[in-house]
């Protein structure tokens, strides 16, 4: 059984930082595109950034780039996603999410439908 448990939302103000984390669980994830997603209310879940696991290349929204950084630990099987200059606009719940990209390599990881296992979200406010 497969387990994505994110955690590290709050409240911060517009500028402030926040570091998600994402613990997996449940199988080995060597193979396996990390996507962080997000859904802010009345709107489809958008991607944010995703990580290969092994390979370490990293992705990018043009929405986030220069401000978010994914990356990873190995020993304790979490992926993280740091959040910099947190803007109003960046106010939704975050989801970890997972799939194998050795088996599934003609899947894009910018796409949601991509990703066999999901975690329960996160809840990001950023205030003005």
């Known amino acids: 059984q497969v387990q994505l448990v994110e955690s590290g939302g709050g409240l911060v103000q517009a500028g402030g930082s926040l570091r998600l984390s994402c613990a997996a669980s449940?199988?080995?994830?060597?193979?396996?595109?990390m996507g962080w997603f997000r859904q802010a209310p009345g709107k489809e879940r958008e991607f944010a950034s995703a990580?290969?696991?092994?390979?370490?290349?990293?992705y990018y929204a043009d929405s986030v780039k220069g401000r978010f950084t994914i990356s990873r630990d190995y020993a304790k099987n979490t992926v993280y996603l740091q959040m910099n200059s947190l803007k109003p606009e960046d106010t939704a719940v975050y989801y970890c999410?997972?799939?194998?990209?050795?088996?599934?390599?003609?899947?894009?990881?910018?796409?949601?439908?991509?990703?066999?296992?999901w975690g329960q979200g996160t809840q990001v406010t950023v205030s003005s």
């Open positions: 999410a997972a799939y194998n990209g050795l088996v599934y390599y003609r899947r894009n990881y910018y796409n949601a439908a991509s990703y066999d296992y």
């Open positions: 990580i290969s696991w092994s390979g370490g290349n990293t």
């Open positions: 449940g199988r080995t994830f060597s193979n396996y595109i």
